[in-house]
Nanobody, 114 residues
């Protein structure tokens, strides 16, 4: 059983930056693809960024995902934040032989003020 704990959320002004962290425990971290999702009030949960077990990323732009296998941690660097980025951000883990996300964190709130 893998446990995921997000941190780093908070209140930031538009144009600012935040770095979210997700610490994993209970599994072999390097065998999992990791992802960040977000969910704003009244909206569905959407993918933000994904990183493979080997470090390949699928998304570019204002947000950058990275991982440190030695620390069992995945990061989300968020730059040039906008009020519409306000949401609860969730970390997810998926075994490399799976297509569905196996584990989710509890989420961390990010609020961007205008």
């Amino acid at each position: 059983q893998v446990q995921l704990v997000e941190s780093g959320g908070g209140l930031v002004q538009a144009g600012g930056s935040l770095r979210l962290s997700c610490a994993a425990s209970g599994g072999t971290f390097s065998r999992y693809a990791m992802g960040w999702y977000r969910q704003a009030p009244g909206k569905q949960r959407d993918v933000v960024a994904v990183i493979s077990s080997g470090g390949r990323t699928s998304y570019e732009g204002r947000f950058a995902i990275s991982r440190d296998n030695a620390k069992n941690t995945v990061y989300l660097q968020m730059n040039s934040l906008k009020p519409e980025d306000t949401a609860v951000y969730y970390c997810a883990a998926r075994r490399i032989d799976r297509t569905e996300w196996d584990y989710w964190g509890q989420g961390t709130q990010v609020t961007v003020s205008s």
